[in-house]
């Protein structure tokens, strides 16, 4: 069945410095969606992305979209304390699969 | 707006017992979704229903699970009877239409002892 997978499950950072996660899925994706949870809370919708090749921004917040809309990527320049969390993307098919999230420590 | 309210919050039960969870979606919003989150799986979709009719309901781990939405301001996910096995976070979520971003409730923590 249709799979989304996240690389890497866990990343610990120093403060500071950049993070990203990569998302990857077994066929093409109509959107991606990316969700934010921070520990002991519930996902936060952050973006969507629809188009090939996308690239939308949010702060420090980089998202991108595949040109062939099986992968994403979200990436944080300069991770902060807040930045703490589990962040998946979601991709739509008969379910709304979530990745298997990629969990972000950050060391101050 | 008060978002997606769920309850209980928190649920600690004996094993063979009922339990019942609450969710009440945002207004207007006409997709509800209720998962699990557990360490092992992940968050796994259980149910899905669209203008209160279930649409997809194969994430159902087996007949012990049932969802009802009998309006649009409320839904409900019972097991019975619960077991160990089925202590997790469930989550309710609701988005305007398929497809759209969901706005996720706060979770109601399930422990079955």
């Known amino acids: 069945g249709q799979q989304v997978m996240q690389i890497p499950q866990y990343q610990h950072v120093q403060e500071g410095e950049d993070f990203t996660t990569y998302c990857n899925s077994s066929t093409t994706l109509s959107n991606i969606q990316w969700y934010k949870q921070r520990p002991g809370g519930h996902p936060v919708f952050l973006i969507q992305l629809v188009k090939s090749g996308e690239v939308k921004k949010q702060k420090r917040l980089t998202f991108q979209f595949g040109e062939a809309k099986k992968n994403s990527s979200l990436h944080i320049t300069a991770t902060q304390t807040t930045d703490v969390g589990t962040y998946f993307c979601a991709g739509p098919g008969n379910q709304f699969y979530f990745g298997t999230g990629t969990s972000l420590t950050v060391i101050p | 707006d008060a978002g997606v309210i769920q309850s209980p919050r928190h649920e600690v039960t004996e094993m063979g017992q009922e339990v019942t969870l609450r969710c009440k979606p945002i207004s207007g919003h006409n997709s509800l979704f209720w998962y699990r989150q557990t360490m092992m799986r992940g968050l796994e979709l259980l149910i899905y229903f669209n203008n209160n009719v279930p649409i997809d309901d194969s994430g159902m781990p087996e007949d012990r699970f049932s969802a009802k939405m009998p309006n649009a301001s409320f839904s409900t996910l019972k097991i019975q009877p619960s077991e160990p096995r089925d202590s997790a976070v469930y989550f309710c979520?609701?988005?305007?239409?398929?497809?759209?971003?969901?706005?996720f409730g706060s979770g109601t923590r399930l422990t079955v002892v």
């Open positions: 979520a609701s988005s305007p239409t398929l497809g759209v971003g969901y706005t």
